[in-house]
C-alpha cells in the first residue's frame, strides 16, 4: 500500500519499528499526563505515523490533529529505553503535514503572524514601542473580550523596557586577563529584545572567564521556531544564513547560545543540512562548534571570583527548571547546576515532576493555549511546594510561562548567567532587591 507521506524525507521504517510501545513514556509525556489518550503519546502518535506511513491512514484528521497537540519537548527521548528517535520522527512528520495538510483559514492567519513577527528582530522593537504604550493603557475590558489566542499572547508580554529593546552589544567583548577562549554569542531574536540583559550578562561572564567575545552584528533568527514548527524551507534558509554569518568571524572555539531552542536547533544543522551538498560540510562543522553558555563555564575552572547572594539570613532557595530543549533535546542537566554551586550562599533545590514541560514549548503556548494554561498552572504548583526564594531556568518562554503562572506570586525569576553575572559583579542591577546582600 502506498505511504500518505510524500518522498521528502518521510519518517523511516527504521526509526518507526524501534519503538516496542513498552509504555516507560507515559509519565514523561505532558499531554498524556493531562488528559489520559492514548493517542495523545508518544508511543500513540508514533503508531499514528505507522499507519499513515502504510498508507492506512491520511494525513488529516487524526494523525494532524494529535501531532499538532504535542509539544516537541523530547521528555520520551529521555525515558525511553530503546533509544526511540522520537525527535526524528517528529521533525519528519511536521513539515509533511505543513506542506499536505491545509489548516482552517484563521489557523494559518494567526501563525502566518507569529512568523511575520518573531524572527526578525527590527519587527520586534518596533512591536516592543506598541507594547510598552499598550501596558500603560492596558484597557481591562479589552483584553476580557479577546479570543483565547489573542488573550494568551497578551498574558505572556512581558514588561517592555526601551532601552533594553533597543541596546546593542559591542562587536567584541575582550577576555579579562589571559585569554581562554575565542566564542561567538547568538544574541537571538526574543532573546535580544526582550532579554538584552541575559545577553548582556551572558558577555560579561564569558569575559570574565577569559573568553573574547564576538557579537556578529548581522546576525538573525536561528530559525528554531519554524524548524519545530515544522516550517522547513524558512528554517533552513535562516540555518544557512547564521552558518555564513558566524564563518565570517575565522576560527572560533565555540559558538555559545543562552536559549536552549537555539541551542537545540543549531546543533541539529548538520543533520537538517546533510543532502545538501554545498552546506552538509560547513553545516557539520558549525554544529560541532555549538555550545551551550553552562557547558562552556562548566568546562573553564572558575576564574572569576564568586560574592555570596543571599539577604544576609543564610542560603536562598534557588530552584532550577530544566528548560526541555537544554535538559531533554540537549542533554545539558549536570551543568547548569554545577555553574550554580559556584555560587556562594545559594541552596540548589529540585522541582517535582521536573521532566515535565512549562507549557510553553516555543509556540504552543500561543497555538495551544489551554493545554499550555494547564502545564502552566502544574508546573507553578511544583514551584510553590518547592517553597524557592528564586527561580532560574535558561529559556526566554519557560520564564514567561513561569511568570504568567505564578501571577502575584513574589518569587523573582531570571536566567542562571544573570544570577552568576550578580554573584561576579557583587551589586549588580539585575539581581531583586529582596535577595542582596
Not at 45 to 72: F, K, N, T
Not at 168 to 182: D, E, K, M, N, S
Not at 206 to 211: D, K
Not at 345 to 367: D, F, M, Q, T
Request: hydrophobic share 40%; glycine share 6%; proline share 7%.
Amino acid at each position: 500500500m502506498t505511504s500518505s507521506f510524500d518522498i521528502h524525507r518521510p519518517p523511516g521504517r527504521a526509526l518507526l519499528d524501534d519503538c516496542v510501545h513498552c509504555g516507560f513514556c507515559l509519565p514523561t509525556c505532558p499531554t498524556y499526563a493531562l488528559w489520559g489518550e492514548e493517542m495523545d503519546s508518544p508511543r500513540g502518535r508514533i503508531y499514528l505515523m505507522d499507519l499513515a506511513e502504510q498508507g492506512e491512514i491520511g494525513l488529516d484528521g487524526a494523525l494532524h490533529e494529535h501531532i499538532d497537540a504535542c509539544l516537541g519537548c523530547m521528555a520520551c527521548v529521555t525515558s525511553c529505553p530503546s533509544g526511540v528517535q522520537y525527535d526524528r520522527l517528529l521533525e519528519s512528520v511536521r513539515p509533511q503535514l505543513e506542506r499536505n495538510v491545509k489548516r482552517t483559514r484563521a489557523d494559518r492567519l494567526f501563525r502566518a503572524a507569529i512568523f511575520a513577527l518573531f524572527p526578525y528582530r527590527r519587527r520586534l522593537r518596533a512591536a516592543a514601542v506598541l507594547g510598552a504604550l499598550y501596558q500603560r493603557i492596558r484597557p481591562a475590558r479589552l483584553v476580557d473580550k479577546l479570543p483565547p489566542r489573542l488573550a494568551a499572547a497578551e498574558s505572556l508580554l512581558p514588561p517592555v523596557r526601551l532601552r533594553e529593546a533597543f541596546a546593542v552589544l559591542p562587536r567584541r567583548i575582550q577576555a579579562i586577563g589571559t585569554p581562554r577562549r575565542r566564542v561567538a554569542l547568538l544574541t537571538g531574536c526574543v532573546q535580544d529584545v526582550f532579554f538584552h540583559q541575559v545577553n548582556a550578562a551572558t558577555a560579561r561572564v564569558l569575559a570574565a572567564e577569559g573568553c573574547e567575545v564576538l557579537v556578529p552584528r548581522a546576525q538573525s533568527c536561528c530559525g528554531a521556531l519554524e524548524l519545530h514548527s515544522g516550517r522547513e524551507p524558512d528554517a533552513l534558509r535562516r540555518a544557512r544564513r547564521t552558518i555564513a554569518e558566524f564563518e565570517r568571524l575565522g576560527e572560533l572555539d565555540e559558538v555559545i547560545t543562552n536559549v536552549a531552542g537555539c541551542g537545540s536547533s543549531m546543533k541539529e544543522y548538520g543533520h537538517l543540512l546533510a543532502d545538501d551538498p554545498a552546506w552538509a560540510q560547513r553545516a557539520a562543522a558549525f554544529s560541532a562548534r555549538v555550545r551551550d553558555v553552562h557547558e562552556v563555564l562548566a568546562d573553564l575552572e572558575p576564574r572569576a571570583p564568586r560574592h555570596p547572594i543571599g539577604t544576609g539570613r543564610g542560603a536562598i532557595r534557588v530552584a532550577y527548571h530544566d528548560a526541555c530543549h537544554l535538559g531533554h533535546a540537549q542533554g545539558v542537566r549536570a551543568q547548569p547546576r554545577a555553574v550554580l554551586r559556584t555560587i556562594p550562599g545559594i541552596e540548589l533545590v529540585e522541582l517535582p515532576e521536573a521532566e515535565l514541560c512549562c507549557g510553553s514549548a516555543g509556540i504552543y503556548n500561543l497555538v495551544e493555549p489551554v493545554a499550555a494554561a494547564d502545564l502552566g498552572a502544574r508546573k507553578a504548583a511544583n514551584i510553590r511546594s518547592a517553597s524557592p526564594d528564586l527561580i532560574v531556568t535558561a529559556n526566554p518562554g519557560c520564564l514567561l510561562q513561569i511568570r504568567k503562572h505564578l501571577g502575584s506570586e513574589p518569587i523573582p525569576t531570571m536566567h542562571p548567567v544573570e544570577l552568576l553575572a550578580a554573584s561576579i559583579r557583587q551589586v549588580p542591577s539585575q539581581v531583586p532587591n529582596s535577595l542582596r546582600m
